[in-house]
């Protein structure tokens, strides 16, 4: 009798300066506490780790703005890896502090009474 596997798969986007990540299981089961390790591709260098949500989700700001490699490990050595570019990141980061130095332009100022 074969045996099969239940791959895992896991999807990195980015929003708001903020990378995103899902993990779920090939039955669609969201994979519950998996450990994330984020790693910067060019240097090798371990950044950031974490664990999943119950949704299966992990989310970060990145440390730096570099090639970055998301491995996620479920529960019996199930291991998922994602990768993002640096343009990814760059693009996202530019228009959050463009935003923020907008909007703080047209905050009026607070003045501070002694």
């Given at each position: ?5 239940h791959?895992i798969?896991?999807?990195?986007y ?13 039955g ?11 790693y ?53 980061y530019?228009s ?19």
């Amino acid at each position: 009798m074969p045996v099969y596997a239940h791959k895992i798969t896991t999807f990195a986007y980015v929003e708001d300066g903020v990378v995103h990540t899902e993990t779920y299981f090939s039955g669609g089961s969201k994979a519950k506490n998996a450990k994330v390790e984020v790693y910067d591709v060019k240097t090798g260098k371990l950044l950031l780790t974490g664990k999943t949500n119950k949704q299966g989700e992990f989310e970060f700001k990145p440390p730096l703005i570099t090639d970055l490699k998301i491995v996620v490990e479920a529960e019996m050595g199930h291991r998922a890896i994602a990768l993002l570019k640096a343009s990814e990141l760059k693009g996202r980061y530019l228009s959050q502090n463009l935003r923020n130095l907008l909007c703080s332009k047209h905050q009026p100022q607070k003045k501070l009474l002694l």
